[in-house]
């Protein structure tokens, strides 16, 4: 049961456009979620979060926006930079408690590519 | 130096082979975790520790074992490894509780091939 889903495995934009990234979750203890990103050869690196009381974090070029009622979080990037080529994860928490409690359920990964 | 230290970086066994993954941090945080990447999976949970006295099963604990033999020391053992659990294992970090964020911090991986 994958309580964390990112259908998209992969996304390709150009340099300067805007950069949407989707997840979508089942476990409504949920209250947490984060984005990480991947690059080749190193570990995933916290980006940005967003708690359930919000619907929108803003840090930078990298928004996140949450949608309670529809158990979606989405990540734009404004603008999109080579650099910004990686793997990113979303993840969830429950802070309250439940079986999550303290711990990160993953989404599967999507594949940002920009171009130049 | 990195505050999440994982060794070995690579390891190639066979099949029946008693592996074992170690994890060090200077963090100073009391939570450790273990995950696993594979393609089209994501990061899979495998196990966790909140602290030195504490471990619990992730979602996919078989064929696995940990050890926390300090709250900077969790390594991760395969008994008998097989060519199903080749992958990328992360170990990670945490400050979780105490009104923090959870965020975790990641080791750099160990990418583990079973023939």
């Known amino acids: 049961d994958q309580q964390v889903k990112q259908n998209s495995p992969s996304l390709s934009v150009q340099e300067g456009r805007i950069s949407i990234l989707n997840c979508d979750y089942t476990?409504?203890?949920?209250?947490?979620f984060l984005w990480y990103k991947k690059y080749p050869a190193e570990g995933p690196t916290f980006l940005i979060s967003?708690?359930?009381?919000?619907d929108k974090n803003e840090d930078g070029r990298f928004t996140v926006f949450l949608n309670k009622s529809a158990k979606h979080l989405s990540l734009h990037i404004v603008p999109s930079q080579p650099g910004d080529s990686a793997v990113y994860f979303c993840?969830?928490?429950?802070?309250?408690?439940?079986?999550?409690?303290?711990?990160?359920?993953f989404g599967q990964g999507t594949i940002l590519t920009v171009h130049p | 130096d990195a505050d999440v230290t994982q060794t070995p970086r690579n390891r190639i066994t066979k099949t029946g082979k008693r592996i074992m993954l170690e994890c060090s941090q200077t963090?100073?945080?009391?939570?450790m975790y273990w995950y696993r990447q594979d393609p089209g999976l994501g990061l899979r949970l495998i196990y966790y520790?909140?602290?030195?006295?504490?471990?619990n099963k992730g979602e996919i604990s078989d064929g696995y074992s940990v050890s926390r033999q300090a709250q900077a020391k969790f390594s991760l053992s395969l008994e008998s490894a097989i060519p199903n659990q080749t992958a990328l294992y992360f170990c990670?970090?945490?400050?979780f509780g105490q009104g923090r964020t959870g965020e975790l911090f990641f080791g750099e991986g160990s990418r583990l091939t079973v023939l």
């Open positions: 993840a969830a928490s429950a802070r309250a408690g439940g079986t999550s409690y303290g711990k990160l359920t």
């Open positions: 990670a970090t945490s400050d």
């Open positions: 520790s909140f602290d030195v006295k504490d471990i």
């Open positions: 967003i708690s359930s009381i919000k």
């Open positions: 963090k100073g945080h009391d939570r």
């Open positions: 476990n409504s203890m949920f209250d947490y």
